[in-house]
Every structure is written in structure tokens, then in C-alpha cells.
């Protein structure tokens, strides 16, 4: 083991390597903050810098372009409410409110260690535990990942308390929409009334910058004291949290490294998944759980570690395998394919070196990404100085060139536009916005999943099938905690009234 690291960190440190290594990060965090580019496009603008080099440079340097996209994510979720990357949308919930305060500062170093420390924590995880973790996933059925994306939906009675119902409703509304174009298993149109536009069903990232972005910029040129500069006269500058505030987070951390990288490791499962899931989890074991959605670095630290955790645990059925653990594990894959390497569970015995550069890029790279997002979120953090008379155009420009650069089809346009007015419609009604995103993005996983593991107990009645896939035991656990979660903040309240009435 001691030798792989060596050969690993000799790799990376070699000058030339180390210079593409931070070539890499700046090209990542720029590609994630960029709306409508996501962690899968990043790495597939970065492949055409890797023909000239050999197949374990190549995959170090696409591993560093992977981490510093979805840190990058985070930075225009903090700043303009604009996920950079689907991953980065549960740090919208408080890192908006911090930058509003005029507090961006603090919420991007928040978002900058604690990606560093899930990114460097799963990476340790991938060098050491990658054959045996990869064991553990597999046996992982369609049961265990519906469990598992479920429990990401049992965050909706909690997205707004005081508004349980007209939460749900938008969670549903999601549900709903993913529902539309082609079926994931028969593959066959539903709700499409007809329309070929809708065969593909709605693009994830154009309907989260409407929802997000153009919501957010009506919202704010609603109120004339608005057009003036969103900083306001206050200094407002990249900072690194104290060592209190981080010392305030460091359960969370831990939490968040473990679950991230676990969920990376399920193939299919991926970073977004991870970073709504530990949100859900850390909001539900909060002492103050009321201040999440209000600007609390908990609810910063949480989704940011985790997604970043994710990428080292995809990267582990990718090496061991063969099997890639998400889009962007994908894409590299085919890389290294073009370049004769056949992934499997002999590429660790034959070829060592790929698991050694592996670490060592996403370690270095996540402490080299610290430094690289300083210096751009210090330009970003300027932006805000602006008048929103200027920026609110602005982020509608970048919204419309990022929904449109998801396929270069001018419908997705068109689709933004669409989601950015139901999403005012949205916060007028009082409705959750983040509910139906959520709704949204586990729609189809939750559906396949749960259709697949219907499937595979062939012969029984529904009632036998349910009772079947719910006594297996990670399943049934996972169902019992997300029953419980679900159904808390609605019978607290009434087992208060309960007692205040004794």
C-alpha cells in the first residue's frame, strides 16, 4: 500500500503533471460555476487535453477536473442562488440567506474546507477499502437503492415547517413531472400529450436555473430598494471559518465524509443524491433544526461535504470493476477505453498505478482547489457589489447561455423561461420551490428503482412482493427510519398539544 501511495504522489508531483493537475482545478471551478455546465459536462470538456497523454495521466487529471467542478458548483449556489451543478442545489437553502446577510464570505470558506475534507476523507476511503467497499455495493439490489433514494424525499416534511402541506404538494407536483417523456423501463412515451419536445421529459438543469435564477431575479426587481447593489455598502470578502466555527461543524463533517462517499459508491446513485440525503440527515438530527433554510453553516457543510465525498466513492466501483458510479465516472471511463485500458477487477493487479494516481490526483487537487476557488470566488464575490438593476439581467444572460449549452437546443430555453414564471407562481402561492426540485430530481431514480425491485420478485401478488422486498435488511430498516422521519414533525406537534393539555 505504502509503495501504490509512493508511485501515486511521484506521478502527480512530477512538474509537468503537477502543473496540468492545477491547470485541471482552475478549468474545474470555472466549469462548475458556470450555470447549466454540470460535473459530467466538465469532465467531457476536459478529454480533449488528454489525447496526447498516457492513460494513468489521463485519469488524474480528469479526477481533478471531477472534484473542483462540483466545489465550483457551490460558488454561484452561495452567490446567485444558481446551482452550478444539480449537486450544489441543497446549498442554495442557507448559503443564499448567508450572502443576503452579507455574510457570502464566511458561507464560501465554509463551502471551500468542508468540500476539501469530504473530497481528501473519500479518497483515503478509495486507496485503503476499494476492493471491500466495492463488495458492499454490489450487493446493493434495485430494494436497497429505492431505500436509499426514498430517504432523500423524507426531507420534505422539513423543507418548511410551518408549511407541511403546501410542501408536500410541491414534492408531489415534482414527482409528477418527472413522470413525463419515456418510460425508464418500457421506454415507451407517457404525459407527453403528443409532443415530441417532451419524449426526453424535462431537462434537469434548465428547470433548476428557471426555478432558481429567474425566480430569484423577479423576486428581487419586485422591490425597487433591490435595484441597488446586493452586498449593499458592506465589505464583503473570501474568508476562511475559525477554527470554533469549524470545530461547531465537525460531527456533521464526519457524518457527512461517511454517508457521501457510501452513496458515491452505489452505482447510479452520484453526488446528487449524496448531497440532498445529508442534508435531510443532519437537518433530522439538529438540535436547532428551525434555523436550516435560514443561513446556518450546518446546512452549508452538509451538502457540500457530502457531494464532494461522492466523488471519491464513485471512483471506487470505476477502479475495481469496471463499473462506473455515476455520468461522470462514465465519461471517463470511455476515456480511458479509447486508450486501449480495459477496466475490470484485473486493472488493480495488472496496472497498480492507476489506484495510486487516482489518490493522489483528488487528494492534491482538493488541497490545491482551496487556494484556485479563492482567488475566482474573490471576482465572484465582487459581482455582488453591483447594482441589481445591471446584475439581474446579467444572471438572466448566463441563465439562458447555461440552459442552452445543456444540448444546444433552443426548447431548453424555452423551458427555463417557463420554470423561472411557475416558479414565481410558485413562491406567490406560498409553495416550495426546492420541494418540487427535489420531487424532480429522485422522481425517475425512486420509480426505477422501485419498479426494478418489483420485478425481480416475479409470481407473487403486490402485497407478497412489498412484504418480500421490505424484509430484506437494509431495505427495511431504511423504510422504517424514513417512515419515522417523514411522519416526526407532524406528530410532534400534536403529541405537544397532547401534553399542554394535561
Not at 92 to 121: H, N, W
Not at 209 to 223: C, D, M, N, S, Y
Not at 278 to 292: D, G, R, V
Request: with cysteine.
Amino acid at each position: 500500500m505504502f509503495d501504490l501511495l509512493m508511485n501515486g504522489l511521484a506521478i502527480v508531483f512530477a512538474p509537468k503533471m503537477f502543473l496540468l493537475i492545477v491547470f485541471a482545478v482552475f478549468l474545474g471551478t470555472i466549469f462548475g460555476a458556470l450555470p447549466g455546465v454540470s460535473a459530467t459536462m466538465a469532465v467531457t470538456l476536459g478529454i480533449p487535453f488528454t489525447y496526447k497523454m498516457d492513460p494513468v495521466s489521463a485519469i488524474a487529471f480528469l479526477v481533478a477536473i471531477y472534484c473542483a467542478s462540483i466545489t465550483g458548483g457551490g460558488m454561484t449556489a452561495i452567490l446567485f442562488k444558481i446551482p452550478g451543478v444539480p449537486s450544489s442545489a441543497p446549498t442554495t437553502y442557507d448559503g443564499y440567506p448567508m450572502a443576503q446577510r452579507g455574510e457570502a464570505g464566511k458561507a464560501l470558506g465554509v463551502q471551500l474546507i468542508c468540500s476539501a475534507i469530504g473530497g481528501m476523507f473519500s479518497a483515503l476511503c478509495m486507496l485503503l477499502l476499494s476492493p471491500q467497499l466495492t463488495q458492499a455495493a454490489l450487493s446493493f439490489g434495485p430494494s436497497e437503492l429505492f431505500a436509499i433514494s426514498f430517504m432523500g424525499l423524507s426531507i420534505l416534511t422539513s423543507l418548511e415547517a410551518g408549511n407541511i402541506c403546501r410542501t408536500i404538494i410541491s414534492g408531489l407536483i415534482g414527482l409528477l413531472l418527472a413522470c413525463i417523456g419515456l418510460d425508464p423501463l418500457l421506454g415507451v412515451p407517457r404525459l407527453t400529450f403528443g409532443t415530441r419536445f417532451l419524449t426526453s421529459g424535462f431537462e434537469m438543469i434548465p428547470v433548476m436555473i428557471g426555478f432558481f435564477a429567474v425566480t430569484e431575479v423577479l423576486k428581487q426587481t419586485q422591490k425597487r430598494d433591490k435595484l441597488n447593489a446586493v452586498g449593499g455598502s458592506a465589505k464583503v470578502t473570501t474568508k476562511m471559518p475559525s477554527l470554533l466555527e469549524l470545530l461547531s461543524v465537525k460531527w456533521t463533517i464526519l457524518r457527512c465524509s461517511i454517508l457521501g462517499t457510501v452513496i458515491g459508491i452505489l452505482p447510479g446513485a452520484g453526488a446528487t443524491i449524496a448531497a440532498f440525503l445529508c442534508y435531510s440527515t443532519e437537518q433530522k438530527l439538529s438540535k436547532h433544526p428551525e434555523k436550516f433554510g435560514t443561513g446556518c453553516i450546518d446546512g452549508i457543510a452538509a451538502p457540500e461535504t457530502g457531494n464532494n465525498a461522492a466523488t471519491g466513492g464513485s471512483m471506487v466501483p470505476l477502479l475495481s470493476l469496471g463499473i462506473p458510479g455515476g455520468n461522470a465516472a462514465a465519461v471517463m471511463m470511455s476515456a480511458l477505453v479509447l486508450k486501449g485500458v480495459i477496466m475490470g477487477p484485473m486493472l488493480l493487479i495488472k496496472q497498480p498505478a492507476f489506484l495510486g494516481a487516482t489518490f493522489a490526483s483528488m487528494f492534491v487537487s482538493n488541497i490545491v482547489m482551496v487556494f484556485a476557488a479563492i482567488v475566482i470566488a474573490k471576482i465572484f464575490v465582487q459581482i455582488l457589489k453591483i447594482p441589481y438593476s445591471i446584475l439581474g439581467p446579467t444572471i438572466i444572460m448566463m441563465a439562458t447561455i447555461g440552459a442552452f449549452a445543456t444540448k444546444n437546443n433552443s426548447v431548453d430555453v424555452v423551458l427555463m423561461a417557463i420554470s423561472g414564471l411557475a416558479g414565481f407562481v410558485f413562491v406567490t402561492c406560498k409553495l416550495n420551490s426546492s420541494a418540487m426540485i427535489l420531487g424532480l430530481v429522485l422522481g425517475l431514480i425512486v420509480e426505477g428503482n422501485l419498479r426494478r425491485a418489483y420485478i425481480m420478485i416475479m409470481g407473487d401478488t403486490l402485497l407478497e412482493a412489498t412484504v418480500n422486498i421490505l424484509k430484506r435488511p437494509v431495505t427495511g430498516v431504511i423504510i422504517l427510519v424514513c417512515i419515522v422521519v417523514l411522519l416526526s414533525p407532524v406528530v410532534k406537534p400534536l403529541l405537544r398539544k397532547k401534553a399542554a393539555a394535561k
